[in-house]
Every structure is written in structure tokens, then in C-alpha cells.
């Protein structure tokens, strides 16, 4: 018997349950974040190189978790939900750490964690999982108590306060709701009580966040303070014109008036320097990502994994929606990164592991019942 070559075999095993289609728009995309960065850091390789060590413990995790099959996957949605909560319950506790007027992390001795970030995963793993159980006969009843599955831990983070994670989670959550079948009647009538209840939800917000919402409909009545951000925003996008200020000559950048630029605002960054006609390529990039993931989503061969692949694809969707809306200034500034293009490692590592379990949706087509 002749044996295979070694490296064929390795190659084999390295790749075998990567997408290349999904990792070559992936790809792409932390590329382009990483010629970002070196101009909104005005060229600190340190920074940059920071963020190729984020991007490769990412991509070390979505590897992992591309090789999983989705029955392992499924098995631990209770036990990571029930972990994540736990976690978020114990914020509330003296181990909360306080950073900026917001519990948000908890020492764990070894560590500081942000357990919101879990959630991210968890929440739609765990909704997916408890409608693959009750699959045969989903009820009303079904549907009300996954939605207290989603509730649950967004009102522990609305309370910390985090209102960016809040609304991702929400997202994720609502769209498996959605994709589980939920009813167009049901959800205009939820739409409704939720906008008959908004007076009663601004009185429940942070001084901050009523600050934000007033920004957006008119941010120059405090065009120094709480409206800054919109503004600057806004001027770095528009300026940018058709083709752009060109590459390393951003003027709101590089004289400091573009606040967070390695971040939240990334976004204005780029559009300032490469204009409409590269917000048109970023645009193209996203779409071309998320349409791959719809079509794993349509091929998915469970309702599980049908589930959580659509869930993942439109929640990547309103990561990016919802940063371009903030910094254009058509929505309120949250806190919420551009995906896979904003410096940091802990959004970059929990999207690509939803790109690893989409990987595995893809790869894996037997989900074998538990």
C-alpha cells in the first residue's frame, strides 16, 4: 500500500472544513481593517501588529470551531447559556469591575472578562437549540418563553449599562425568532406595544443614552459635547467626496479632531480618505460575505443549523448597519465596532467564531440527533 505524501494530508486536515469562498471575503475584509488602522494610528506598527495577533487567535478559534460538527455544537447551548448568565448575574456582584460609570467586567482572579461578550454566542445557540427541540409541535407557548430566553440576559446587560451589546444580542435573538417561524401579525403586534411603550423605556434610560438619541435628531445644540462625535463623524464621511482625500492624507484624522478613529469610528477613517467610490467596494466586500452566508443558510440540512447560520449571516449584517448608521449620523452612537475592520480583539474573536460555526453548518451536513 503506498502511502499519501505528507503535506497533502496536512493540507487536507488544515482545510477540509474552511469555506474558501466565505475565508477569501473574510480575508479581504481584516485586510483592508489592517490598512485602516496604520492610518488611523498614524502609523504606529505596534498598533497594527497588535491587531494581527488579535486577527490570528481569531482565526485560530474559528478553525477549531469549524471542525466541530453542529451535534457538538448543540450539546453545550444550555451549559454556555446557563455559564453566561451566571456570569452576567455575577457583574452585579462586588467581583463587578467599573470602568467609565459602567459594570461591564467581572474579575475572575486569573482574569478580567466582559460575560456580555458570551452572550453573543450564546443566546442564539441556546434560542436555536430549545426550537430543534420542540421542532414537531412549536407553539405559542414556544415562542414566549424564547423570547424570555433573549430577554433575560439583555436586561442584565441593558442594566450594566451596555446598549451596544444589548441591541446585537436582541438582533441575533429576534432573528431566530424570525427564522423559527414567527408570525408577521404577532410581530406587528409586538412592534406596536414596543412603540406604545416608549415613554415609559426613556424614563428607564441612562442620562448618556437620552444625551445620544437628542444628538442624533440635532446634534449642534451641543456641538462641542455630547454632539461632537455625530459631527465629526459626519464632516469625515462627507468630505471624503467622490474619490476620496487619498491614503494617509485624512485631514479629520490625522489632526486629531475624529474622535475613537481606531474604533467605533474606523468607518470615518476610511470613507474621508477612499470616498464613495471605496464605501462602494466596502459595501460590495460585506454584501459578498453575507450572501455567502445566506446561501449556507438555504442549504443548511437541519432546522438547528438553518437557524443559527441565518442568525449569525444577519447579525454580521447589523454589526455593519448599525456602525455606517452611527458614524453617517442616521442612527445614535452606541458603541458598536465595524466588523472585522475596528481594532480590538474581543468583537474580532466572537465573529469569527460565529464564521467557524457557519463554517461547520457548511462542512458538516449530518447533524446527528441528541
Do not use: C
Request: charged letters at 10%.
Amino acid at each position: 500500500m503506498i502511502k499519501q505524501p505528507l503535506w497533502p494530508r496536512v493540507k487536507r486536515i488544515l482545510i477540509q472544513h474552511l469555506d474558501p469562498v466565505l475565508m477569501a471575503g473574510l480575508g479581504v475584509l481584516m485586510l483592508v481593517g489592517l490598512v485602516v488602522l496604520y492610518s488611523a494610528t498614524d502609523g504606529n506598527w505596534s498598533r497594527v501588529l497588535a491587531q494581527v495577533a488579535n486577527i490570528l487567535a481569531a482565526l485560530t478559534a474559528l478553525w477549531v470551531v469549524a471542525n466541530i460538527p453542529l451535534h457538538y455544537l448543540m450539546r453545550t447551548a444550555l451549559p454556555l447559556y446557563a455559564l453566561g448568565m451566571l456570569l452576567l448575574l455575577g457583574v452585579m456582584t462586588p467581583l463587578g469591575v467599573n470602568s467609565h460609570g459602567a459594570t461591564r467586567w467581572l474579575n475572575i482572579g486569573v482574569a478580567t472578562i466582559q460575560p456580555s461578550e458570551l452572550m453573543k454566542i450564546a443566546v442564539p445557540l441556546m434560542m436555536a437549540w430549545y426550537f430543534e427541540k420542540h421542532e414537531a409541535s412549536l407553539t405559542l407557548k414556544n415562542y414566549f418563553v424564547a423570547t424570555l430566553l433573549l430577554l433575560l440576559p439583555v436586561a442584565l446587560i441593558a442594566k450594566q449599562p451596555d446598549l451596544g451589546t444589548a441591541i446585537l444580542i436582541s438582533a441575533s435573538g429576534f432573528y431566530v425568532l424570525f427564522l423559527a417561524g414567527l408570525s408577521w401579525r404577532i410581530m406587528g403586534g409586538l412592534f406596536v406595544a414596543a412603540a406604545a411603550s416608549a415613554p415609559f423605556m426613556w424614563n428607564m434610560l441612562h442620562d448618556y443614552q437620552k444625551h445620544r438619541i437628542l444628538m442624533l435628531l440635532d446634534p449642534s445644540q451641543d456641538a462641542l459635547g455630547k454632539g461632537y462625535h455625530t459631527i465629526q463623524g459626519m464632516i469625515a464621511v462627507g468630505s471624503g467626496g467622490i474619490l476620496g482625500k487619498g491614503y494617509l492624507n485624512g485631514t479629520q484624522t490625522h489632526l486629531d479632531f475624529l474622535p475613537e478613529r481606531t474604533t467605533d469610528f474606523i468607518f470615518a477613517v476610511y470613507s474621508e480618505e477612499f470616498g464613495l467610490l471605496g464605501n462602494i467596494i466596502l459595501l460590495g466586500i460585506y454584501l459578498f460575505i453575507i450572501g455567502r452566508g445566506f446561501i449556507i443558510t438555504a442549504n443548511a440540512s437541519t432546522y438547528f443549523t438553518r437557524l443559527m447560520a441565518g442568525s449569525i449571516t444577519l447579525t454580521f449584517f447589523t454589526y455593519a448597519f448599525v456602525n455606517m448608521g452611527m458614524v453617517s449620523g442616521i442612527l445614535p452612537v452606541v458603541g458598536v465596532p465595524l466588523p472585522l475592520v475596528s481594532y480590538g480583539g474581543t468583537s474580532m474573536l466572537t465573529l469569527l467564531l460565529g464564521f467557524g460555526m457557519l463554517m461547520s453548518i457548511h462542512t458538516h451536513k449530518t447533524l446527528v440527533q441528541t
